[in-house]
Each structure stands twice: as structure tokens, then as C-alpha cells.
């Protein structure tokens, strides 16, 4: 195995340590984050090729071309390769020279098409599924962080295979029964509840995009405001075109509520994770939630949900309390008649629960399944 040998990363023991590169079309956010926390706490050696600055749609088209030169140029053979999705796998395969070693792959699936829902515009992103279908079968092994998303794909992706080509149907549907979950990890040191006063304080911290659903988050809002209810309002996340009117309607009727609205820094950001008693979401899409984990990791009680991968990410013991299946106004109603103290009542149990997402605990699971395929390639 070129360059995977060992080395002293705890002075008690020697460990080997690889040389691993992931290829990021993405390196911006949550994407971002999630590599830097993998790699503060990993065993081996992690370095990250990013694609382009000029937005991601030109970033996932010559990706490709800027992933294979630079495995091409490395100055000694690479361990082996973390793909993250969106990303055309087969194509950074395919243009890495002969004479290149070729070295294992991991695809990790932050997300994918299949169980997207359709946009404004609707149709099927017909382009980007069959990427991810080519990596999938270009990838030594594929993980993806939640079950939720294993079954979509396991349900889904051979069904396209097969309208695509008759008879492919079967050996994608044995790929995806050798599926990884491995959640995604977050940075939980520095999260903890603050003390606050006043009305419960309710977190939005999601993209204003069509998939996030948020104008049935401002008609709830609006909603009990006028009904009388007290609350203060966090409305943070990047506004797309799609979630304009929702925001503007937020603006304009319940200003007086705001207290904190935009993109914020990382400090600022997690501050208000933590002055939170509330994170709520009304998401038609979601693969992970990494927004509504770390608010539970800095004390806020979670109301989302009873679909999509939301389930995986709170305790199974008050999955009653913090998931709703009815509308959204109808769970927010009965959730902000409670008392701070009834608010928060299994706080301390919520916490330790989510605290299976930490990177302390999670790192060791990546590291494990690197490990393993790099055990497979030698």
C-alpha cells in the first residue's frame, strides 16, 4: 500500500497513519465543517482538493478535470480517496493517467437526487442522477449518513438504473446492500445552554429554499402572534430566491419578534445556538440535520418533523414530544404554552443523546472505515 505506514500520533502508541485525500466540489459550510472536524480528530492524514470559487454549478462541472490533474501531480501516491457528493465520480476516475496509482475509494453521500423534491419548476435533475448512480458504482464503498437516505437510495436508485439500462437494475441493488451510515459529526465543545429571560426564544436556522419549506414556518409564526403568544424570533439562514416571499412576509408582520436575522459568523452563530429554546424545522428535505443537531447539542428543545431522517437525530424516548406529523401551527400552539422549566424538562437527557454525533465519538467510525478499505486494497 504506497505510503501507508506507520507513525506516532499518540505517544502511548503506533498507529499507521494514511494519506488520505478528499475530493470537495464543495468546500463551503456544513461541507466545510464537516471535513475540519473528521479531519481534528482522525488517526490519519487528511488533506482536502476543493473545487473552484465560482459557484458550485461551475465548480461540479470542472471538478473532474481539477480532481484527476492534481492525483495526477501528487508528489507521492495517495492512500486512498474520499469522494463527497455532489461530485461525478466516474469522470475523476476515468481521467486519472494509467500510469497514476489508482487509489481506493470511499463515496460519502452527503446528499443525492433520488427523494429530492422537485423544484419550483419541477421535472427530475436527470443529469445529476445519473452522476450519482456512475459513483456509486465507480466507489470501492459508499457510506451515507442516515438510514433514511440508505433506504431512498436502496428504493430508488436501481429503479432508475434499469429505465436507463435494462438489466443494470440488479448489480446497482447489490452495491447499495453494502451501504455504510455514518452520520455526519459536530463540533459540540463550546455548546452549552446560556441563561436567558423574557419569551421563549425560537431558532430558524435553515436555508430560505423551497425544500425547507418555509412559508408554513412564517404562516405558523404570524399565526400565534396574532393569537397573543409570546415568543422572540431567530431568523437565520441564507435567503434563495425561492424562500423570497416568505422572508419578506416575515419582515414586514413580525419585525417587533426578530431579534436576529442573516447569515451570521461562526461565533455570533453558535451564540445563538445556545441563548435558543426552541429549534423548529417544517422541512420537506432532509438527509441528516446537521442546523437542528447542534442547536440540541447547546440546549434548545428540538420541534420538527416526524419524516425524513429526523427521526434518527432525537431520542427515541421523547420522540412524542419533539416530533410532529399534523401541521406545524397546531404543534408550535401547544409547545409554546409551556413554561421555560417544562420547555426544558429532559434537557440534560436530550444532550447526552445527541452527543452520539460528536466528532469525539464518530472520527473513530471514519477512521474504522477507511481502515477497512484500505485493508481490502492491499
Known sequence: MPGYSPDVKDPCSFISVADVVVLEPWYQGSHRSWVKGWRSHSNHSIRVIDGTDAGWRRSLVTAPTRFAEAINDAAKPIDALVASTPIDLASVLGLIDRSTYRPPTLLYMHESQIGYPPGPKGGRPYRAMVNDLNSIMSADKVAVATQYHADLLRKGMPTFAEELVPGSGRKVQSKLEALHVLPVGIEVSGLSPASVSGPTRVLWNHRWSHDKNPGEFVHAMTLLAAEGYEFSLYALGEVERAGEKAHRRMTEQLSDRVLISG??????????????DLVVSTAHHEFFGVAIAEAIAAGARPLIPDRLSYPEIVPREFSSEYLYSGPFDEALRA????????????RRRTRECISAFAWEALAP??????????????
Not at 335 to 346: G, M, V
Open 263 to 276: 447569515i451570521q459568523n461562526r461565533d455570533t452563530y453558535r451564540q445563538i445556538l445556545c441563548n435558543s
Open 365 to 378: 467510525k471514519y477512521d474504522s472505515l477507511l481502515d477497512g478499505l484500505l485493508a481490502d486494497a492491499s
Open 335 to 346: 409547545t409554546l404554552s409551556k413554561s421555560r422549566d417544562d420547555l426544558h424538562i429532559n
